[in-house]
């Protein structure tokens, strides 16, 4: 790569293109490596490849230890992993555009390794696959499609999430001969879906989802189909041993070529981007280009094709090269009318390096060459472009672009500087970029990596995913460097790393852990549960156990904990965090996991999680909540659970159920017999209270003793009242009290006035006249005032005048000779009797 040839010396013309083929490595394999003897399938964007053993060829014997296996390899023939594999016939074997390895055997089960370090997903095609069996797959960028021995379709349209779906039936039956089949892929198709094209008999079925169509053809049959990276072109390889290239919609016939090999079937037919169609038998490859013209390369050995975006890889033994359509110009000849032009490269490096070009960038090259010769033709070359000088530079970055090699790249390079510093007004922008990405490709192309990826390939990718890329081969300082070079985040890289290095390192924990933990003590964003999560599912407990002390983020600890069955230093985290939600969710998981007398005894110790448990299961689960009492010996919160749940019962059965239940759980404590007798007396007075809903027009149930005394009493049942009174020792005020509001709102005054004939009360018998007066019957109310004699004399002045008795006010008033009270209680007077009476009491206290 180091060579200052001029960089036509590998063009070749074909018709008004050229074309080139660069060398990218040498040596790939060991000299006793037959390549004839593998399957060969390139990821793109200049990604790993794939070799299986061809089953069908006679194999040197190898020993009895010797397995299968689907090997890895760079394209720079570096191995990177070798999958063993002995999980039956593989049907497919094939890339997703991130570098997934899919590998679809005979029954339609369908492995997709991600990492190319032999971890998978595993899933199955379902719809026939494994009664009828797997003919062949075709892939596209994120799916696949699989012929079934029945000559039926089904389509898997994501690797993420693969929901395998059967597409029309073909109409061939089992019998049916497909010559060669093909795919374009849903992004480049009108219905979004994924079209399948098969050959069969002279012409060619396309196949998606809904419906099959017959393009009619009478060309065929066609040994081979190819579809151009964009989806607009078709090659088709005739019986006769001729191309013909037409656009995807079978309307334009653009090129044919006869390849002149007759009956001689090619091994393989790609496209070399959108602007030419590659063909490979043994020994020898064609190119055929715009208007049917081609270029022939002649090979010692066999030749695998790996199809690219803007070329294509060709992978031999000896070396791997690259065969692309110099940037710039159309790409189908101008006798057709087709053009696919590349807006961004257009003229630029055929532009600069044809011969005989006087374009102002080629002009611009020269005056650098100049420069360095110290000739004053330099300053005559760019005095000559002046006024397109601009362009010339921006000609030059994008140029350097399309190189591989680094001596034009750093003349290009030159030239474009040379000329900006000319230039008084010139964003430096892309030519700094350029740099900056022309060193990462120089070093994701270097042999020991083997990513020959382009510029336009580059683009494509994305940075991200180169740098995954580099992760997925162990590259971590590369990445990490060319992270930091492009100003991208680097943490994923460090976490990959302490992954793999917690997978394959052979030391002990303590010691993998030291060396994790410094290489990443103070970078930031760093995540040690996904680091912690491979130690676990390595087996390594003890060490995930340890990498989770670093992790800052108690939401990303709890989970792993949970999984690594740490359950109680998972909830000790949940409760240092502070977050009541993640310790629930830890609550719930461990209450799900083990049993009651154990999850009690973990949260027994733990007042933050015994608090959540009783605040959530009193709303939520009161069966929860009386076993957890009832483990910490809280005999009276468990009875006050039980004591609820009566109350919410509509069934009497189970109200006293409950009761006898509550009375139980408190009867062993002697500090509490007041309690459980008195919840024994409830379910007694529920009994009687059911007794009188039988026999009396009232309604018991719920009532409270006093409540039930008092509906008796103003029913006129004093004897059942007085019979509650005395089962249920009511004191005797409380009686009192009881039966006169019952017989006041019975207005039983005749009862009332017998009872004042008594001459004690318990309760006194200023309540007598409240309860009367309340009731608007002064009369009653008044017969107890004299009864009051414990009241002061001006108190039974209120009590009388409330019954509207002033003259009586007046008698307690000339008692204390209160001459003052007798003239207010004149004035208020207003019928004449009680008017005379006061003055007669007035003209016997005033002095005279």
Not at 9 to 36: C, G, H, M, P
Not at 246 to 252: A, E, H, K
Not at 678 to 700: G, M, N
Request: with cysteine; net charge negative.
């Amino acid at each position: 790569m180091a060579s200052a040839t001029a960089p036509t010396a590998d063009w070749e013309a074909v018709s008004d293109t050229f074309y080139r083929k660069i060398q990218l490595y040498t040596a790939l394999w060991d000299a006793d490596f037959n390549l004839n003897d593998y399957f060969l399938r390139g990821a793109p964007y200049g990604g790993a490849l794939a070799l299986w053993k061809d089953d069908s060829k006679p194999q040197p014997y190898r020993g009895p230890l010797s397995k299968p296996s689907i090997e890895l390899y760079s394209s720079a023939g570096r191995l990177i992993r070798k999958i063993a594999w002995d999980k039956g016939s593989i049907k497919g074997l094939g890339w997703s555009e991130d570098e997934k390895l899919l590998v679809v055997t005979q029954d339609g089960m369908v492995r997709c390794y991600y990492d190319l370090q032999g971890d998978f997903t595993q899933f199955s095609l379902g719809n026939g696959a494994e009664e009828y069996g797997v003919k062949e797959c075709r892939f596209w960028g994120v799916g696949f499609v699989a012929l079934l021995g029945n000559n039926k379709l089904v389509a898997v349209s994501r690797y993420d999430e693969p929901r395998p779906r059967q597409l029309a039936d073909p109409g061939l039956g089992e019998e049916g001969e497909i010559h060669s089949w093909a795919l374009i892929p849903p992004n480049y198709t009108l219905s979004r879906h994924v079209e399948v094209l098969i050959a069969t008999g002279a012409t060619i079925l396309v196949v998606d989802a809904s419906e099959t169509q017959d393009q009619v053809l009478q060309q065929g049959p066609f040994s081979h189909i190819a579809v151009s990276p964009n989806g607009k072109y078709v090659g088709l390889y005739t019986a006769e041993g001729k191309v013909w290239v037409i656009s995807s919609d079978f309307q334009d016939n653009l090129s044919e070529y006869d390849t002149g090999m007759g009956n001689n079937l090619p091994i393989d037919m790609q496209w070399c981007g959108n602007s030419s169609v590659v063909l490979v038998w043994e020994d020898e490859v064609h190119m055929v280009g715009p208007g049917g013209v081609a270029l022939r390369y002649y090979y010692d050995s066999r030749v695998h094709l790996v199809s690219e975006i803007d070329g294509v890889r060709l992978i031999t033994t000896d070396c791997c090269e690259f065969l692309q359509k110099v940037p710039g110009m159309h790409l189908w000849g101008p006798a057709v009318g087709v053009y696919e032009i590349q807006t961004e490269n257009v003229d630029v490096t055929e532009s600069i390096f044809r011969i005989g070009s006087t374009s102002p960038a080629s002009v611009l090259v020269d005056a650098i060459d100049q420069l360095e010769q110290c000739s004053p033709k330099a300053d005559d070359n760019i005095q000559l472009i002046r006024p397109q000088l601009a362009e010339a530079v921006d000609a030059c970055v994008k140029a350097a672009g399309q190189e591989f090699n680094v001596h034009w790249q750093k003349q290009l390079l030159k030239a474009a500087s040379f000329g900006k510093s000319v230039l008084e007004l010139y964003s430096s922008d892309e030519f700094v970029e350029m740099c900056e990405v022309l060193r990462v490709l120089n070093a994701v192309r270097y042999y020991e990596v083997g990513l020959p990826i382009t510029y336009e390939q580059f683009l494509r990718l994305t940075p991200e995913k180169l740098i995954q890329r580099l992760l997925n081969r162990q590259h971590h300082q590369l990445a990490v460097k060319i992270s930091e070079y492009l100003r991208l985040p680097t943490e994923k890289i460090y976490i990959h790393w302490a992954c793999m290095k917690v997978r394959v390192s052979t030391d002990d924990e303590d010691t993998i852990c030291r060396a994790v933990v410094a290489k990443l003590n103070g970078k930031h964003g760093i995540s040690f549960q996904e680091i912690a999560r491979t130690a676990y599912d390595e087996g390594r407990g003890r060490l995930a156990t340890q990498l989770l002390n670093y992790e800052p983020r108690a939401a990303l600890q709890v989970p792993l904990l949970l999984n690594m069955e740490e359950d109680e230093i998972a909830l000790d985290k949940a409760i240092e965090s502070g977050d009541t939600d993640l310790v629930s969710y830890v609550l719930l998981n461990l209450k799900k996991k083990h049993p009651l007398t154990n999850f009690f005894r973990i949260i027994n110790n733990r007042p933050v999680a015994s608090s959540l448990i009783e605040s959530s299961a009193r709303e939520q689960d009161r069966e929860l909540l009386k076993d957890m009492y009832y483990q910490d010996d809280r005999r009276v919160d468990g009875a006050l659970v039980i004591l609820r749940e009566s109350m919410e019962q509509e069934e009497l059965s189970a109200k006293l159920e409950k009761l006898k239940l509550a009375s139980k759980v408190l009867g062993d404590l002697k500090e509490h017999a007041l309690e459980s007798k008195t919840i024994d007396e409830s379910s007694r007075l529920l009994q009687l209270q059911e007794v009188y809903e039988k026999d009396l027009p009232q309604k018991f149930l719920g009532l409270s003793l006093n409540e039930t005394i008092l509906d008796l009493i103003r029913l006129g049942y004093n004897s059942r009242a007085s019979k509650l009174k005395s089962e249920f020792k009511v004191p005797e005020k409380r009686y009192w009290w009881l039966r006169l509001r019952g017989l006041v709102a019975k207005r039983d005054w005749g009862e009332i006035e017998e009872w004042s004939k008594q001459k004690k009360s318990p309760i006194g018998w200023e309540p007598f006249f409240n309860e009367c007066l309340a009731a608007r019957n002064s009369k009653v109310a008044a017969l107890f005032v004299p009864k009051c004699t414990h009241l002061p004399a001006a108190d039974r002045m209120d009590l009388w005048v409330k019954c509207g008795m002033l003259a009586k006010a007046g008698e307690e008033a000339l008692k204390v000779r209160d001459l003052n009270a007798l003239e207010k209680l004149r004035q208020r007077a207003k019928v004449q009797s009680e008017i005379g009476e006061l003055d007669r009491m007035i003209a016997q206290v005033k002095p005279k």
